[in-house]
């Protein structure tokens, strides 16, 4: 199949680290991603890896990639309230920059 | 920075109207992408085009049409809208960099 599968819900006190897990099914997707979504606003892309990576890191965001299990990871160091939101990974199939998205892991920080 | 723009952000229609969403980008991106948003079902691809008056099906085209006349606009439309079509509406460009921007999103309500 060509399911991307998140847990739906995490949540973490301010401060903390918060690991958001992915799993995807294409062995021959190229790139992974993770978007942001605020309330009632369209999709921001935070970062992407490459397949032949295995780890990215952009300031307090670290992306770890397990290409044997096909396990896709976000971390987020030092959690802030304003990092509440929903969080998609998406792998790429095919041509045309076709994405597939998971259902979407809804993250909230807590004092 | 990359701009994609919505026609608008709220819409009601009524059950049978036909409707258009609008989709316009200015960053002379080849590839665009319409998705709906549905709560635990994350992005599902309704239909993308990857040039001007080229289309193909998504995962989920049945209800919807699109048009692209010009490369910067691309259009969905529900011919006979119901309510099973009431969702937000995402649109999405991409070029060669392997990364896909997202607009602000319709939210549609067919009554």
């Known amino acids: 199949g060509e399911d991307v599968e998140q847990s739906l819900f995490l949540s973490v006190r301010e401060g903390d680290s918060s690991v958001i897990n992915c799993t995807y099914t294409?062995?021959?997707?190229?790139?992974l991603y993770w978007y942001k979504q605020e309330p009632g606003a369209g999709l921001q892309l935070l970062t992407y890896?490459?397949?032949?990576?295995d780890m990215k890191q952009d300031q307090r965001l670290t992306v770890l990639l397990n290409k044997k299990d096909k396990h896709l990871s976000l971390r987020i160091a030092d959690t802030q309230t304003g990092d509440s939101a929903i969080y998609f990974c998406?792998?790429?199939?095919?041509?045309?920059?076709?994405?597939?998205f998971g259902a979407g892991t809804r993250l909230a920080v807590h004092p | 920075d990359v701009k994609v723009t919505q026609s608008s952000r709220y819409l009601v229609k009524r059950t049978g109207e036909k409707v258009f969403l609008e989709c316009v980008q200015d960053?002379?991106?080849?590839?665009m992408f319409w998705y709906r948003q549905d709560p635990g079902l994350g992005l599902r691809l309704i239909y993308f085009?990857?040039?001007?008056?080229?289309?193909e099906k998504g995962d989920i085209p049945e209800g919807y049409s699109v048009s692209r006349e010009k490369k910067e606009r691309f259009s969905l439309i529900l011919e006979s809208a119901s309510t099973n079509q009431t969702s937000m509406y995402l649109c999405?460009?991409?070029?060669?960099?392997?990364?896909?921007?997202f607009g602000p999103g319709t939210r549609l309500t067919v009554t």
């Open positions: 999405a460009s991409g070029g060669s960099s392997y990364e896909q921007y």
């Open positions: 294409d062995s021959s997707s190229t790139y």
């Open positions: 890896i490459f397949s032949n990576m």
């Open positions: 998406a792998e790429m199939q095919g041509g045309y920059n076709k994405l597939i």
């Open positions: 960053m002379d991106h080849e590839n």
């Open positions: 085009s990857y040039d001007v008056k080229m289309k």
